[in-house]
């Protein structure tokens, strides 16, 4: 079992006389010390779902459960007190403007009662790990995005959390403050063995981080599992999208101009040999590259290419042999 089982989860909400199903018989378990990525475009009812692990928002049907325990069975002291070992961290930081860092670290321990010398070594502490040591006097507004996120971290592990969620945390930074932030969760997944759920529409940030993923797609989990099976081959029409990085969609074959489209895989230790030039040497057949990328997976390179093969079947069937046997992981669009 899980450290997080969301079982047979279903969420309702009533606008203007209307019944909206935002989340629909979802089911996921979630391991101790992994980092889970939850993906979807906008309005695919991940921020709600991540809102039901703590409750924040309960379920209409269905339940959560966190270290075994039913959170619908808890009483509101209860459930507080669970809250305290789930830590959370938004797209906006929420940071106390009036305060400045140590005090913005610091105040969620003055709520739960620690006292003010002890709180202040584990902000100090906390400061240290996110690389903050130097700012603990300014203020919110002396901050550039990425040092906001990094206290809102630092504040989110002031109560000792065994869960860190994270929703849309990185969104409202630019790519190379995005790398650090997730450099960031990962070495504090390694060093403080916190699972960590991300919750993101960026597959950029899934394939950096994640080792696990689901991808929720009008409020169904449409397709879950290892990230690098998922990027290899992936099955649902929302993953292609998400995987293509294109915000209308997932182009479809006949837009490309080709009629046989397979996707290929390369990774570190699959193919070393120049293998579309060998394969259209060999077999004296046409290849199309109609898209070609290269992304980081877990310190991984994987690259990947969409093909259009020729109509004869023997041809096509040739190639994607000549291919799989090469050691890459092929798939028919």
């Not at 459960?65 to 039913?70: C, F, I, L, M, N």
């Not at 009662?113 to 040591?133: H, S």
């Not at 992304?295 to 291919?323: S, T, W």
Request: with cysteine.
């Amino acid at each position: 079992m899980g450290i997080i089982e969301i079982t047979k989860l279903t969420k309702k909400f009533q606008i203007n006389g209307k019944t909206v199903v935002a989340l629909d018989d979802v089911n996921l378990s979630i391991e101790k010390g992994e980092i889970f990525g939850i993906i979807g475009m906008s309005g695919a009812g991940k921020s709600t779902l991540v809102r039901t692990i703590n409750y924040l928002e309960r379920p209409t049907e269905g339940d959560v459960s966190v270290y075994g325990v039913a959170l619908s069975e808890l009483g509101d002291r209860e459930l507080r007190k669970m809250r305290s070992k789930i830590g959370m961290i938004f797209q906006g930081f929420n940071l106390l403007e009036q305060r400045n860092v140590l005090g913005n670290v610091c105040f969620p321990m003055e709520l739960a009662g620690v006292k003010r010398r002890d709180a202040r070594k584990k902000a100090l502490d906390l400061l240290k790990l996110v690389k903050l040591e130097d700012k603990e006097a300014a203020y919110p507004s002396q901050l550039s995005g990425g040092q906001k996120q990094r206290v809102a971290i630092a504040r989110a592990l002031a109560t000792n959390p065994s869960i860190l969620l994270c929703d849309e945390a990185t969104s409202a930074l630019d790519p190379q403050t995005t790398s650090a932030i997730l450099k960031l969760l990962k070495e504090i997944n390694k060093q403080l063995n916190i699972t960590i759920v991300i919750i993101t529409h960026q597959m950029s940030v899934v394939t950096e981080i994640c080792d696990k993923v689901a991808i929720i797609d009008d409020g169904k989990v449409v397709e879950q599992g290892e990230v690098e099976r998922i990027f290899e081959a992936p099955k649902s029409d929302a993953a292609k999208e998400l995987l293509a990085g294109k915000g209308n969609g997932f182009v479809p074959v006949k837009q490309l101009k080709a009629s046989n489209t397979i996707r290929i895989v390369f990774k570190e230790n699959s193919a070393y040999e120049p293998v579309l030039a060998n394969v259209i040497l060999k077999l004296g057949k046409p290849i199309n590259i109609l898209k070609a990328d290269t992304k980081n997976i877990n310190d991984k390179a994987v690259g990947e290419m969409l093909l259009g093969l020729p109509e004869d079947e023997k041809a096509r069937g040739e190639i994607i042999e000549y291919l799989k046997n090469a050691g890459l992981s092929v798939t028919e669009e």
